[in-house]
C-alpha cells in the first residue's frame, strides 16, 4: 500500500528562505502548498517540475470582516505542518504610522496566519501528529527598527504561544517560534537602511544565507523535532 504523502502550507512561499523550504519539502515528496501574494515566478518554475506543489494567491494585508470564509476556502484544507514566512513591511515609524497601517500589518503577519493555523490544529490532534513554525524577527528583541515599527510589533504578536499547546503536546502536535535575525534576502533590501552598519552589530560578523534559515525551519517542521515545543528559538548570529 503506498504510503500517503504528507502535506505541508508554507505562508510566504515566495520569499527567499520560502523557495528554500519549498525546494527541501517537495525533495522529500511532500505534498507543498505555497502562498505568495504577488511574486510568483519563482514558484511558477519550481511547479513545472512537479505535480506536488501548489500555489496559492491571497492578498493577507487586506481588511475583510468576512475574511475567515475566504481563508477557509483558499486554505482549509489540513495540513500535516504549517510555517509562517510572511513578512508584510510598510515602512513606516512610530511617529508616522495609523491606524491602518498597524490594523494591515498585524492582521498580515499575526491575525490571519493564526486564523489559518487553527483551521489544521483538529485535523492535527486527530492524526496525533502536526508542526507549526511562526517565523518572527529579531527586530522583537531590540524594539523594532526605525521604519519597522508596525513589522517588529505584528512579530511580537506572533510569538504569542497559547497555554492550549500543553494540550496539544500529548497528541503530538508541537508548535514553536524562530526569532529570524538579519538575512541576506529581498526583504532586508527593501527595507533602505545602511545593510553593512547593520551587519557590524552581528556577533558572528555577517547576514545569515536563506538555506541557513531554512534548515532550523525544517528541523522544527519535520520528525526531526520529537520533543520541542512551546519555545521562541533565536537564529541571530549571536544577537
Known sequence: MTRKKKKVL???????????????????NWKVTAHYSRNKKELINIKK???????????????DLNIEKKLRKKFGKGYDSIINLIGYVDLKTYENTSYKNIVQTLSANSIFPFL???MSVKKMLSK??????????????????FNTYNYSLSKHSLEFIPSVYKQWAKKNVLINNLRIGVTNT????KLKRNINKRVKLIPIGR????????????????????????QTVNISGGE
Request: aromatic share 8%; with cysteine.
Open 186 to 189: 529581498k526583504l532586508h533590501k
Open 116 to 118: 489559518i493555523e487553527r
Open 128 to 145: 496525533k501528529w502536526g508542526r507549526i513554525v511562526n517565523c518572527s524577527s529579531i527586530g522583537v528583541k531590540f524594539g523594532g527598527g
Open 207 to 230: 547576514m545569515a544565507t536563506p538555506i541557513e534559515i531554512s534548515d532550523l525551519i525544517i528541523d522544527l517542521a519535520t520528525e526531526k523535532n520529537s520533543f520541542m515545543t512551546g
Open 49 to 63: 517540475q512537479t505535480e506536488d506543489l501548489n500555489i496559492v494567491q491571497f492578498d493577507l494585508a487586506k481588511i
Open 10 to 28: 508554507v505562508l510566504g512561499g515566495s520569499s527567499d528562505i520560502g523557495i528554500e523550504v519549498v525546494k527541501f519539502f517537495l525533495g522529500m
